[in-house]
């Protein structure tokens, strides 16, 4: 399975918004709406930032949103503060008629606040 | 409080095997999918495999299809990945992964809410 595709980097100043891409296919992303975001910390444990595309679970920032269009979905952060610097990783349900269902993740997205 | 704990890593020699657990508390095990995602140093998440609240449903990466299992003693509250054939790079942290819907009808749409801390695994000569 392809690897979902996102920008090596971004980086934001305190207060800045940024948006974080990840483009899939018509196979994943841009065929159902089971994409989500994880933030990870150095040295520490993935933590669920968003699923299905947009919804937020309980105890997360309202400062990060997700949405998608055609086959390429978006993580933003607004209000950026210095907690938020980390590595970004988007995921995505999978289905094809040759490869069948997998889970697939993006290559991941290091965000620096500058 | 939600635990994932990982167990079952080291150094290994390539061909061999290792059985990797993963002990869960905290919730209703068996009402849930459970997953290994793994992380080679310094690169990103892969999805390995993933179980089926009853075992009924089981899927595996194409990088690991044929050379693990996976499998869950809902008695034990546990997760297991059996990992035979093991390569170089096969080298990496291996999470435990839960699912956040309960009795969810395909495995492989999987929101991960809750993760252990990883146990390393080194294929190496």
């Known amino acids: 399975q392809s690897a979902l595709t996102q920008p090596a980097s971004v980086s934001g100043s305190p207060g800045q918004s940024i948006t974080i891409s990840c483009t899939g296919t018509s196979s994943d992303v841009g065929g159902y709406n089971y994409v989500s975001w994880y933030q990870q910390h150095p040295g520490k444990a993935p933590k669920l930032m968003i699923y299905e595309v947009s919804n937020r679970p309980s105890g997360v920032s309202n400062r990060f949103s997700g949405s998608k269009s055609g086959n390429t979905a978006s993580l933003t952060i607004s209000g950026l503060q210095a907690e938020d610097e980390a590595d970004y990783y988007c995921?995505?349900?999978?289905?094809?008629?040759?490869?069948?269902?997998?889970?697939?993740f993006g290559g991941g997205t290091k965000l620096t606040v500058l | 409080e939600v635990q994932l704990v990982e167990s079952g890593g080291g150094l290994v020699q390539p061909g061999r095997s290792l059985r990797l657990s993963c002990a869960a508390s905290?919730?209703?095990?068996?009402?849930?999918?459970m997953h290994w995602v793994r992380q080679a140093p310094g690169k990103g998440l892969e999805w390995v495999s993933g179980?089926?609240?009853?075992?009924?449903?089981?899927g595996y990466a194409d990088s690991v299809k044929g050379r693990f299992t996976i499998s869950r003693d809902n008695a034990k509250n546990s997760l297991y990945l059996q990992m035979n054939s093991l390569r170089a790079e096969d080298t990496a942290l291996y999470y435990c992964?839960?699912?956040?819907?309960?009795?969810?009808?395909?495995?492989?749409?999987?929101?991960?809410?809750?993760w252990g801390q990883g146990t390393l695994v080194t294929v190496s000569s």
């Open positions: 905290g919730f209703t095990f068996d009402d849930y999918a």
């Open positions: 992964a839960k699912d956040n819907v309960k009795f969810r009808r395909f495995l492989e749409i999987a929101y991960f809410d809750y």
């Open positions: 179980i089926s609240w009853n075992s009924g449903s089981i």
């Open positions: 995921s995505s349900y999978t289905s094809s008629s040759t490869l069948g269902r997998h889970v697939v």
